[in-house]
């Protein structure tokens, strides 16, 4: 996409509004910028066209996380503490 990235951000943002779990990141390149969308459960066709649209598009498929990375994200994750209203003491 030819342009700022902050700007192939913003249009990306524009165009997929109201995509659950977007993330649009963008890195300067020497033709513009490279534009990278991330949507999760979404429908591919609509991710596809919003591609098409913003500028060449070289890359579209799903993108899976390894089960290990998934259980370490929820393990390092802070514990939550337990709501005094809801505990009972004996």
């Given at each position: 996409m030819t342009g700022a990235p902050e700007a192939a951000?913003?249009?990306a943002t524009a165009m997929l509004a109201g995509v659950p779990g977007l993330e649009a990141t963008a890195e300067p390149i020497a033709e513009g910028a490279?534009?990278?969308i991330v949507a999760g459960g979404t429908d591919e066709q609509r991710l596809l066209e919003a591609a098409q649209h913003?500028?060449?598009l070289r890359e579209l498929g799903p993108v899976t996380r390894p089960l290990t990375v998934i259980?370490?994200?929820v393990?390092?994750?802070p514990a939550a503490s337990p709501d005094p209203a809801t505990v009972k003491e004996a």
């Open positions: 951000v913003g249009a490279r534009l990278i913003l500028g060449r259980f370490r994200d393990l390092a994750a």
